[in-house]
């Protein structure tokens, strides 16, 4: 087993575990919340994931820009938007830190006011099907490498 291979293993289980969580939040336990009108099930989820999670998007980051350079996309070509690989790269960042800015908004807005005020419900679980939706779209972006790029 080459390097790419063992780092294409550990970057697929991250992805796993994160694409699986949030489709899992998002037809599961979403709904269920909306059901109840109560926000503890989200809460808890939120609770247990976010030690798995988190750590799951850091290996896909390292093992992702890891493989990048073995496929010879280096940081100072990174959005330039340029070549096939590299445009695939440069679209997961780019998918990356719109998933780092709903985070910080969930994290430090939505939340705090949710925890007190199921109105903000809609705003939140506008937050998780983006999050999802855009890891989708990593996902599908990442298996275009394969075949040459986009
Ligand atoms: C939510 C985040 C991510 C998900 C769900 C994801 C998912 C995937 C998937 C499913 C593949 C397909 C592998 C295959 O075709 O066998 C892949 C490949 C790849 N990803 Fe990601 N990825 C994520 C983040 C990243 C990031 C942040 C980077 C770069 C910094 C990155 C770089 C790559 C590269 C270079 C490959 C090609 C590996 C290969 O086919 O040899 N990924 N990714």
């Known amino acids: 087993m080459n390097e790419l291979h063992l780092l294409l293993i550990l970057h697929l289980l991250g992805a796993t575990i994160w694409v699986g969580g949030h489709i899992l939040l998002s037809v ?3 709904p269920q919340v909306w059901k109840e009108k109560s926000v503890d ?3 808890n989820f939120e609770s247990r994931y976010e030690w798995f999670g988190m750590p799951a998007l850091l290996v896909m980051l390292l ?29 997961k960042l ?11 908004s969930a994290q430090f807005y939505v939340l705090p006011r949710l925890k007190n ?12 099907l983006s999050v999802t939706v855009i890891s989708i779209v990593m996902l599908i972006l990442g298996s275009f490498v394969r075949y040459g790029g986009i």
């Not at 093992?63 to 695939?88: C, H, Q, S």
């Not at 005020?117 to 998780?128: D, G, R, S, V």
């Open 41 to 43: 099930k989200l809460f």
């Open 63 to 91: 093992t992702g820009a890891r493989m990048a350079y073995l496929y010879n996309v280096k940081i100072d070509t990174w959005f330039a938007f340029e070549t096939p690989i590299e445009r695939v790269i440069s679209f």
């Open 28 to 30: 599961v336990i979403l």
């Open 117 to 128: 005020n199921i109105e903000k419900l809609p705003l939140m679980t506008f937050h998780i």
């Open 94 to 104: 780019s998918c990356l830190i719109a998933i780092a800015l709903f985070a910080l």
